[in-house]
């Protein structure tokens, strides 16, 4: 777009305060050339009393031409919808139709693991689709209700028996999680997925699991447990002592659901290219199967728990019931449930923008989710993401756009009008199995067998911990102090400034860092270090620190207790900045201070490769008057030759200090 023009205004700061503005006192070849280069002056009056009035029409037609432009950007159905046509129509609706068949089974099957109606699992697949299909940017994005949400939206509601309350909770948990996501993205803070590292999600991840199917354990025998809060040990223990009460019918129905689910899934892994296995709805035909038989064998009489009457039809929107207790006790999982979903949605997101190379905004993400769950709550349904096993099945599917995401809304529409009657014969053993086998597929131990592999045994102790944390006390508290660990470990590397000791390499003018090249020669009586990032505030405090031990110990990695070694005394300080690219004004004020303190103890100061974009706070801090101009340099060469040249007898100084007065220096 087009600068506004900048000119003397009769009377006016800016062309943008008045509606008509004026330009004036301009000679004739400047106006001139103003008229010619300016799309937005036209011409009013003759002579030296030339007057320019913006054209407004032309600055709105520009406005909207901007907005036209970046509405896709915000909003990515206005750029797939107006190209869609009905070859995109039949790939997606075949794509649709193979992850309805599985997502419709696992959303009535998540909503028992998360201690809700089934018709809230629905609910979770229903509206927040139709507002990813709106504001999400990956096509193979399946949205809806996924196995770690689902756990600890359980854990949330705990044993709270009173069903207006659970609904209460649920509703104000969703909304939470949605504010925040969506706060998270108008911050453009989509770089939290960055902050989890991998051994984090890992362990915690394969203890969820280990939880999920644990947490199964009564279902897959027939009996209800009483304690939401149990531990995983102790909900083995209370499956032990249990275990004789199991229904045999229940059993035989969790067992084969089991056997047949895990079955698909190492065929799939055996034969990834069989696309007969690829698509073969396995979840759907176990549920279609065992409700069959349960409806013609009347195994709810034989004692076999059923999904029995759900209420369909539509909920009216309402507000979540929010109130300062509730928002008290549920903000940490909604926290947690926020970073967890964004996490595997980003990863997708990645996956598949990758793969298909299109933009994929981890902020426009944020915003997404952050609206799809604000809307969820309106309509009791519990926080909702993304489930990578789902979006791989949607793309090799054939998923070309967003509209699948459409089409599935209209699919679990219909269930919930129509449909979810046919549901009622379906034994809890088969739904407990669904849930049983996706654990399962959550389990993996290639990042354990890497890490072994190279040897990162603190990242090993790390798992170990999280895991044993997720465990023996819940996923809550694992996942807590994975992220505590997680922001220490960032803020601590962040902290610490890199900065490297350089040596000259032979005969040569190359310097380069005496860690890497042992052999490289450190000059004696001077301190040569290099930069090897950008300044801030967060990672300049420790500077002052790491150079005191170079010069009283001479090396980075010495301990602080190490006795100080005799050596020459520092008479010069090369700082090399070719790769500081910037540096704020906190980090400015701390390097004037160290260079303050090396003038006043008469150490020469030098900077090598200052870049002009760093320039002008060195000038207005003050450290160019403090060594001078003559003290800035292109090569380290040219700064070391400038030392030896300035200082008096520079190579006799260096030497002829006793280690008595070296050490007390």
């Avoid at 996942?479 to 220490?488: I, N, R, Y």
């Avoid at 003038?599 to 060594?627: M, W, Y």
């Amino acid at each position: 777009s087009s600068k506004p023009f900048h000119a003397k205004m009769s009377g006016e700061t800016s062309p943008l305060l008045s509606p008509r503005p004026t330009i004036s006192s301009i000679d004739d070849g400047e106006l001139e050339h103003l008229v010619e280069q300016h799309p937005f002056a036209t011409e009013a009056t003759p002579a030296k009393s030339w007057a320019y009035r913006l054209d407004w029409k032309n600055w709105t037609r520009e406005r909207a031409t901007l907005v036209k432009n970046r509405a896709p950007y915000y909003i990515p159905i206005l750029r797939w919808l107006p190209q869609y046509t009905l070859a995109n129509l039949k790939r997606d609706a075949i794509a649709a139709l193979t992850v309805a068949v599985m997502l419709i089974p696992q959303s009535l099957a998540y909503s028992d693991l998360a201690g809700v109606e089934p018709i809230v699992g629905l609910y979770c697949a229903f509206l927040p689709i139709l507002v990813y299909v709106a504001l999400g940017m990956v096509p193979q994005m399946s949205v809806g209700p996924e196995a770690l949400c689902s756990i600890l939206t359980g854990v949330t509601l705990g044993d709270e028996q009173d069903m207006d309350e659970r609904r209460a909770i649920v509703s104000v948990l969703t909304f939470l999680v949605g504010s925040l996501t969506l706060i998270f993205g108008i911050l453009r803070l989509g770089f939290i997925d960055g902050v989890l590292s991998r051994p984090v999600i890992s362990s915690f991840v394969l203890g969820s699991a280990l939880v999920i199917m644990v947490e199964q354990l009564p279902a897959l025998v027939g009996f209800h447990s009483e304690d939401h809060e149990l531990s995983f040990f102790e909900r083995i223990v209370e499956f032990v002592n249990h275990v004789g009460h199991a229904n045999g019918y229940t059993v035989a129905f969790s067992v084969l659901g089991i056997a047949f689910l895990v079955g698909m899934q190492a065929a799939r892994a055996h034969w990834p290219d069989n696309k007969i296995l690829r698509f073969f709805p396995s979840i759907l035909v176990c549920v279609f199967v065992s409700t069959f038989i349960s409806w013609q064998a009347h195994a709810a009489d034989a004692g076999v728990a059923v999904l029995s009457h759900v209420d369909g039809g539509f909920m009216a929107p309402r507000l979540p019931a929010i109130t300062l207790d509730r928002i008290v006790n549920v903000m940490p999982p909604a926290a947690i449930m926020m970073v967890i979903g964004f996490v595997e949605a980003s990863a997708i997101a990645k996956i598949f923008s990758s793969k298909y190379n299109y933009l994929a905004s981890p902020n426009r993400e944020l915003v997404a989710f952050g609206v799809l769950n604000i809307i969820g709550s309106f309509f009791g349904a519990f926080p909702t993401f993304a489930s990578l096993p789902r979006s791989a099945i949607m793309d090799l599917a054939g998923c070309e756009t967003q509209m699948v995401g459409f089409i599935v809304f209209l699919i679990v529409l219909l269930t919930i009008a129509v449909l979810l009657p046919l549901f009622e014969p379906l034994p809890r053993g088969t739904m407990a199995a669904i849930v049983f086998s996706a654990a399962i597929s959550l389990i993996h131990l290639d990042q354990v067998k890497f890490l072994i592999r190279v040897r990162g045994y603190r990242d090993l102790a790390l798992m170990a911990l999280i895991f044993i944390i997720t465990l023996s006390v819940n996923i809550q508290y694992g996942m807590v102090v994975g992220l505590a660990v997680s922001l220490l470990l960032a803020v601590r590397n962040t902290t610490l400034p890199r900065i490297s000791i350089l040596g000259r390499i032979g005969s040569t003018n190359k310097y380069e860092d005496v860690v890497e090249y042992p052999y490289a020669q450190r000059a004696e009586g001077l301190i040569i270090v290099r930069i090897d990032q950008p300044l801030h505030f967060a990672n300049t405090g420790q500077l002052k620190d790491l150079l005191w031990r170079i010069e009283l110990l001479g090396d980075l990695a010495a301990h602080p207790s190490t006795t100080p070694r005799p050596q020459a005394p520092i008479v010069g300080v090369i700082f090399d900045l070719a790769e500081m690219s910037s540096i704020d004004a906190s980090a400015t004020l701390i390097l004037y201070e160290i260079v303050a303190t090396y003038v006043k103890r008469h150490i020469q100061v030098c900077f090598v490769a200052l870049r002009p974009t760093n320039k002008h706070l060195f000038l207005r801090s003050g450290i160019l008057e403090l060594v001078g101009t003559s003290h800035l340099f292109s090569s380290i060469a040219d700064a070391k030759a400038f030392l030896e040249g300035h200082i008096t007898n520079f190579s006799t100084y260096c030497l002829s200090v006793e280690p008595e007065e070296e050490q007390t220096a």
